[in-house]
């Protein structure tokens, strides 16, 4: 993986390749912009970049675009080709989602995908859109998308510490990990409080409520400092795979489950360790064989071997 946190004269060199004249398809190369809140830049500079690569003769097509009502946003999409939404009606609504099948069969060379965590919605063909961008990649397209270090599925318990606030729409942290660039978009609080003032993020009487609970400063503080800390950490990981130290390294984290609820955060907690050590990651379902588990027990457990598989954990009970 590539990492990134300043803009080069060429910084994507390493994605773009032919998509005609071979019997075998290549996975795509994806690259996602990572911030620590909304309304960093993550989208504007993905578009930048966008513009860039067309401007080389790049095919580039936008996959899925949310301005949120910014002016800026969506001027910087201007002069990019957009694929359609999907329409869907879900009773007397009319909603819509990415278009994913239209994306691949229009066959870019890169598609430029707003908010990898989104849930889609109820009835579509995936659950989420980081589900689609993989299919995506698999049919050779390269994607550029955007994401919330908030989002990330390990660092959901200590974001919610931190702000308070649960995040509901997570990736897993494989999503990241497989990623071939990982760029930071990177903003002081204060000037991200600013955009948030000039009612460059959201609308003005959503302004007082966000700095009164999302945007406090020292939450700010907290989470750029957990999204350079986390893009850090990768790094160090590629570092010690390319110089061949990872292969004596046999260490193993067990994390014992229960059916407590406070069993998924140590869940998250070991996944962690593990990745930082690189070491393989075990979750063992402690039973009191006396005792039949309850309805609401058992989704728990199946949860917890849902969550450790997204970690490439084993479960074992």
Known sequence: MIHSSELTN???????????GNDRIRRGK???????????????????EGHSLKSEGIDVVVGLLETHGRKETAAKGEG???VPRKQMLRGEKMLTEMDTESV???????ALIDELAHTNIPGSLREKRYQDVEEILKAGIDVFSTLNIQHIESLNDLVARITGVVVRERVPDRVLEDADEVVVIDVTPETLEERLLEGKIYAPEKIEQSLENFFQRRHLIALRELALREVADNVEEDAATLKGQSCNI????????????NSLQLLRRGARISNYMNASFYALFVDNPDRFLTKDE?????TCQKLCQEFNGQFLR
């Open 10 to 20: 060429n910084p994507n060199a390493v994605f773009i390749q032919p998509n005609h």
């Open 298 to 302: 058992s989704l728990h457990v199946e």
């Open 250 to 261: 046999h260490e193993r984290v067990l994390v014992c489950v229960s059916t407590y609820p």
């Open 30 to 48: 994806h690259k996602i912009f990572i911030g620590m809140a909304p309304g960093v830049g993550k989208t504007f500079r993905m578009l930048e």
């Open 80 to 82: 990019l080709e957009i």
């Open 104 to 110: 691949i069969e229009r066959r870019p060379q890169l």
